[in-house]
């Protein structure tokens, strides 16, 4: 299953053409298995401007499988964050290091636009888990 994040949705939504929305694109006309984290679905809905287009938006997200972190989740993910800043890299968004343990602990592939999450897998050593 690919866990599609906030950067991918945004320009699906907003129709900017990128490699990741292309991807988004075939995934969601195929029919493959794509998800969302609830935070990812409080991101992209905080951006939606008009009322309309959050209803339909919103309605179609909630029909995705949405993960949702545990208690030892937001653990992993502090200990992400940890081992990044050991190696002097500095992960810009707590919330990048909870979606990626998020994908980790559930074996999904996260869907990305973000260069944090590029980091994150090689300090990690999960190169597999990002693309």
């Known amino acids: 299953m690919i866990l599609v994040d906030t950067s991918v949705w945004i320009d699906f939504l907003k129709g900017t053409k990128s490699r990741q929305e292309i991807i988004l694109k075939k995934l969601i006309e195929e029919e493959e298995?794509?998800?969302?984290?609830g935070i990812i679905l409080t991101e992209i809905l905080?951006?939606?401007k008009n009322d309309f287009k959050y209803k339909e938006?919103?309605?179609?997200l909630l029909?995705?499988?949405i993960f949702f972190p545990k208690k030892?989740?937001?653990i992993?993910?502090?200990e992400i964050y940890r081992k990044c800043r050991k190696t002097g890299i500095t992960i810009r968004s707590t919330v990048d290091c909870l979606i990626a343990q998020i994908a980790i602990e559930n074996?999904?592939?996260?869907l990305h636009k973000d260069r944090d999450f590029d980091k994150i897998a090689e300090i990690i050593g999960k190169p597999e888990l990002l693309r």
């Open 33 to 37: 298995d794509i998800c969302i984290t």
């Open 46 to 48: 905080q951006g939606v």
């Open 57 to 60: 938006i919103k309605k179609f």
């Open 63 to 65: 029909a995705l499988p």
């Open 72 to 74: 030892e989740t937001y």
């Open 76 to 78: 992993k993910a502090a």
């Open 107 to 110: 074996d999904l592939i996260l």
